[in-house]
Nanobody, 130 residues
Framework: QVQLVESGGGLVQSGGSRRLSCAASGFTLEHHHIGWFRQAPGNLREGPSCISSTSGYGDPYYADSAKGRFTISRDVAKNTVYLQMNSLKPEDTAVYYC?????????????????????WGQGTQVTVSS
């Protein structure tokens, strides 16, 4: 059974950093790409980042809002994907989710679309205070 569990959320001051973890079970990162998404109240779910499988490699994808501040990475031994978030802003406040679907690569021009992912974690809240 595919399962994703996010952790690492919490309260952080503006300008601070936070590292989120997405622990995967029921599958390996070898043939699944992982996306990080976030959703603030009243907003659509959006994707800050996506990383390809360990077999596919390729460069990660980042939304413009995440470029230069967020870094996605994976630990194969722990079957875990991370999202390191630096220089956080109040507008980064949201519930953060990780998601996956079968396939080595993030889905090209639509990697940011929630519909491209079949499995989702329960989310972890990140609150950035000003």
């Amino acid at each position: 059974q595919v399962q994703l569990v996010e952790s690492g959320g919490g309260l952080v001051q503006s300008g601070g950093s936070r590292r989120l973890s997405c622990a995967a079970s029921g599958f390996t990162l070898e043939h699944h790409h992982i996306g990080w998404f976030r959703q603030a109240p009243g907003n659509l779910r959006e994707g800050p980042s996506c990383i390809s499988s360990t077999s596919g490699y390729g460069d990660p994808y980042y939304a413009d809002s995440a470029k230069g501040r967020f870094t996605i990475s994976r630990d194969v031994a722990k079957n875990t994907v991370y999202l390191q978030m630096n220089s956080l802003k109040p507008e980064d406040t949201a519930v953060y989710y990780c998601a996956t679907s079968a396939g080595d690569y993030c889905s090209g021009d639509v990697w940011w679309a929630p519909s491209e992912y079949n499995y989702w974690g329960q989310g972890t809240q990140v609150t950035v205070s000003s």
